[in-house]
């Protein structure tokens, strides 16, 4: 069974860090880009960052631009999402994703996480 779950979310203070990490179990994800969403309540998913499949390229969402870092470990199947200067816009819950080359849409993702909740509070 595939499986993607994501950890290290929390309740941080604003300006504060969080760093996420997502692991895979059930086959290996070194092929396949791999994606980080979010969602608001009320809102729809939205996307937050990408890298491919060596980690050589990464796309971020002008939103979290210059305050999120994404990287991977292929050799232990994760990726991980730090995020610096959070401020309370940046509540939602955090998904992982997979996909076989990295896009912004979420509907290029084949594999999805449960997510974990991120709160930034004021």
């Known amino acids: 069974q595939v499986q993607l779950v994501e950890s290290g979310g929390g309740l941080v203070q604003a300006g504060g860090s969080l760093r996420l990490s997502c692991a895979a179990s059930g086959r290996t994800f070194s092929t396949y880009a791999r994606g980080w969403f979010r969602q608001a309540p009320g809102k729809e998913r939205e996307f937050v960052a990408a890298?491919?499949?060596?980690?050589?390229?990464?796309y971020f969402a002008d939103s979290v631009k210059g305050r999120f870092t994404i990287s991977r470990d292929n050799a232990k199947n994760t990726v991980t999402l730090q995020m610096n200067s959070l401020t309370p816009e940046d509540t939602a819950v955090y998904y992982c994703?997979?996909?076989?080359?990295?896009?912004?849409?979420?509907?290029?993702?084949?594999?999805w996480g449960q997510g974990t909740q991120v709160t930034v509070s004021s």
């Open positions: 994703a997979a996909a076989r080359s990295m896009r912004a849409k979420a509907g290029g993702y084949d594999y």
């Open positions: 890298i491919n499949w060596s980690g050589g390229d990464t």
